[in-house]
């Protein structure tokens, strides 16, 4: 079946603006991950939803960044006033929830996100 | 606190050659590990997973066994191609999230 699917794949953006970064996970996962990539930082964890709520949210790196998820599907990000220091790779992941789960999480391609 | 170290790359191998890329982690109680893939210019595949301790992952000529005793989960192939260079990322899970190790950059050359 289809996989995690994100859009765009790459955006840039001046200092200051929003950004909106989407996220459609694999159907029927229940759970949906933001991690991001950049050189100085590795793949970190972002936020964490688990149907459309977000029980863990604890890598979001300040209050100008927030997230979605609507319907248990679709997933989005949104940073406001992006800062150079935002430039990275964002990555979408899901999970099936169901009892067999190994807790393996599938990748999306990823959105580059650089901010001039 | 749960983290993932991972041998520095990059590793530079010819092709045919035998591949071991260490991967130790610190973590409370018994996470699944994973391996996972980045080709050039393409996201995050799963390459293997074992949930529990002994347990062999493998896929694709690659293995890793779960070792409790080392906390360990070394990554191994015995004959490497150059369509294997890529950059490997050792991870476990915990709390419902992914920790991930810093990735290993492994270039085979013909």
């Given at each position: 079946g289809a996989g995690v699917s994100q859009s765009p794949s790459n955006k840039?953006?001046?200092?200051?603006?929003?950004?909106?970064?989407?996220?459609?996970?694999?159907?029927?996962?229940t759970a949906l991950y933001w991690y991001r990539q950049s050189l100085g930082q590795g793949l970190e964890f972002l936020i964490y939803f688990q149907g459309n709520s977000a029980p863990d949210k604890s890598g979001l790196p300040s209050d100008r960044f927030s997230a979605e998820r609507t319907g248990g599907s679709v997933s989005t990000l949104t940073i406001q006033r992006t800062q150079q220091e935002d430039s990275a790779v964002y990555l979408c992941a899901s999970r099936h929830n169901g009892p067999s789960s190994?807790?393996?999480?599938?990748?999306?391609?990823?959105?580059?996100?650089?901010v001039t | 606190g749960n983290s993932v170290t991972q041998m520095e790359g990059p590793v530079t191998l010819s092709e045919e050659a035998f591949l071991t890329i260490n991967c130790t982690y610190t973590a409370t109680g018994y996470p699944s590990l994973?391996?996972?893939?980045?080709?050039?210019?393409?996201?995050?595949?799963?390459?293997?997973?074992?949930?529990?301790a002994d347990d062999k992952g493998s896929n694709k000529g690659f293995e890793a066994t779960y070792r409790k005793e080392t906390t360990s989960f070394h990554l191994?192939?015995?004959?490497?191609?150059?369509?294997?260079?890529?950059?490997?990322?050792?991870?476990?899970?915990?709390?419902?999230?992914?920790?991930?190790?810093?990735?290993?950059?492994?270039?085979?050359?013909p």
């Open positions: 840039v953006t001046e200092k200051g603006k929003d950004v909106e970064l989407r996220c459609d996970p694999i159907s029927g996962h190994s807790y393996e999480q599938y990748f999306g391609p990823g959105t580059r996100l650089t | 994973f391996w996972y893939v980045q080709y050039p210019g393409e996201g995050l595949q799963l390459l293997l997973k074992a949930t529990k191994e192939k015995g004959s490497v191609q150059v369509s294997d260079s890529a950059v490997y990322f050792c991870a476990l899970s915990r709390s419902d999230k992914l920790i991930f190790g810093t990735g290993t950059r492994l270039q085979v050359f």
